[in-house]
């Protein structure tokens, strides 16, 4: 017991370490994949830049004002303890409940099993396509099973101490970036002026590709909102998880200055390497060739067209670098929120513990639990399509929670404020709640099973509540 009480949280991260945090939970093989939805649904390769544009803005933008709540509440949790703040117990446990039960499990399964895919390159046996495990309807392939292998080991490295967790994080995001950045590089040396010509040449009509080469052009308003809606969902998924680095602030030096800072540095930096991918993309790939890659896989085409037969095998390395780096900063971070749900019995009252390293190791063991059996539900895909939905939500929630708290707790220092105060959080507000709204209309599978998850959590925590105090 002497030893559970002297255990706390041991600031070991700096600003590079942060930084690299935001970026490398925000990395997977996303970027490398949806693409291809994206520019079936724009038509031309301006409007494809475009989008990735505005999901950065929003995110950039969404980003800055979390430096404010940062600054005020430097404590481990993160989102979970500024909605806490700003509304209710209530409101900030619905963020957690979501965050466990969808947000931050289905990402980590999700990212995983990308892993496993990509592997398969070069390890056949263990491809999805495969299945070892029969049961009724359920069947489980070994991409499955390695992915619950590759979350199992990293969940035990990150329970030996937050360096550990650092350490992976600094070595595979750094090794992420520099292979990324030279991969645009040799895009941009590479470029095929033919394909540029005809790429660029009506740059911004913006109409909806079909697989036979035709094109359908979007009437009225409501269907060009529809479409940027549902173009727009691929782009902010693959932007997901830069808020992750607030769910450490209890292990980072300097929280205060640091949190913000490295919000900043870390969107802004993923931004420009999600933009100029794009542009590379439209530099050696016909729009069509983009549009319809096999199994979305735009990355792979790219490096083809670039490195010859050889491409495949380096995108595949680019993406389990990627994509390990990427579960790393999800499975160290997400512990953190239910730690800090625990504290305020919230949550198992055994994840608000931490181990003799520092770090609180049951809530990590719970959530590598939740993500395999996620993992092993097949579900991973559809919950991803939840996940943006719900994500940008609690986002807007958040961001109007700054407005809440200069007016509910005016006298708390404030070290950092949001930048552009009040326009830009006003923006992303105005932009976030438009996409929320053109989802529920346009795209319904996307929102209401999300919102559905995310409301179960209204009687689980008055159950919880009344267990607790029981």
């Known amino acids: 017991m ?10 070991e991260l700096n600003l590079l370490d942060a930084t690299l945090l935001v970026v490398g939970s925000m990395v997977g093989s996303g970027i490398f994949i949806v693409s291809a939805d994206i520019a079936r649904n724009t038509g031309s390769a301006g409007w494809l830049i475009l989008v990735w544009v505005i999901g950065g803005f ?15 509440y430097p404590k481990a949790g993160g989102q979970y303890v500024y909605l806490k703040e700003a509304y209710n117990p209530l409101i900030a446990f619905l963020y957690g409940w979501s965050l466990f039960a969808v947000i931050q499990t289905g990402t980590i399964a999700a990212v995983g099993v990308s892993f496993s895919k990509f592997l398969a390159y070069f390890i056949p046996g263990v491809s999805e396509d495969l299945v070892w495990i029969s049961i009724g309807n359920l069947q489980i ?24 967790g650092k350490w992976i994080q600094l070595i595979f995001t750094l090794t992420k970036i520099l292979s990324i950045a030279g991969l645009i590089v040799f895009g941009f040396i590479y470029m ?41 969902v691929g782009a902010i998924m693959s932007y997901e998880a830069w808020n992750n680095v607030t ?4 292990e980072i030096n300097n929280p205060k200055r640091n949190i913000g800072l490295s919000l900043l540095l870390g969107t802004l930096l993923v931004t420009l390497i999600y933009v100029l991918l794009n542009v590379m993309f439209t530099l050696v790939l016909p729009f069509q060739d983009i549009a319809f890659a096999e199994k979305d896989r735009v990355g792979i085409d790219a490096s083809h067209a670039i490195f010859g037969a050889g491409g495949t095998v380096i995108i595949a390395l680019l993406i389990m670098v990627a994509t390990f780096g990427c579960n790393n900063g999800l499975i160290l971070a997400g512990a953190r929120v239910y730690y800090s749900m625990a504290k305020d019995g919230a949550f198992f009252r055994q994840t ?7 770090v609180p190791a049951i809530a990590l063991w719970v959530q590598f639990v939740m993500a395999s059996v996620l993992c092993l539900s097949g579900k991973y895909g559809d919950l991803l399509d939840m996940i943006t939905f719900i ?18 707790a005016p006298h708390i220092e404030r070290p950092y404020k949001a930048i552009g ?29 999300g919102l559905i998850i995310a409301l179960l959590g209204v009687p689980l925590y008055y159950l919880h509540k009344k267990f607790f105090k029981g």
């Open 2 to 11: 002497a030893k559970e009480t002297r255990a706390h949280f041991k600031r």
């Open 58 to 72: 929003m995110t950039l933008t969404a980003a800055l004002s979390y430096g404010e709540l940062s600054g005020m």
């Open 141 to 164: 392939s070994p991409a499955q099973l390695l992915a619950i292998g590759i979350i199992f080991l990293l969940t035990l490295v990150n329970t030996s101490g937050i360096k550990s």
């Open 192 to 232: 095929d002026t033919d394909v540029v010509r005809s790429n660029w040449n009506e740059a911004f009509q913006l109409k909806r590709i079909l697989a036979d080469g035709s094109f359908l052009n979007y009437e009225g308003l409501p269907a060009l909102g529809g479409a940027l809606a549902a173009a727009l």
């Open 247 to 250: 769910f450490v602030a209890g």
């Open 352 to 358: 608000g513990k931490l181990n003799r390293h520092g």
């Open 391 to 408: 994500a940008v939500l609690f986002y807007v929630l958040t961001i109007v929670g700054i407005y809440i708290l200069r007016k509910k």
């Open 421 to 449: 105060y009040p326009i830009l959080p006003a923006v992303y507000i105005l932009l976030g709640a438009g996409f929320c709204i053109l989802l529920i209309i346009y795209k319904p599978d996307y929102t209401w099973p």
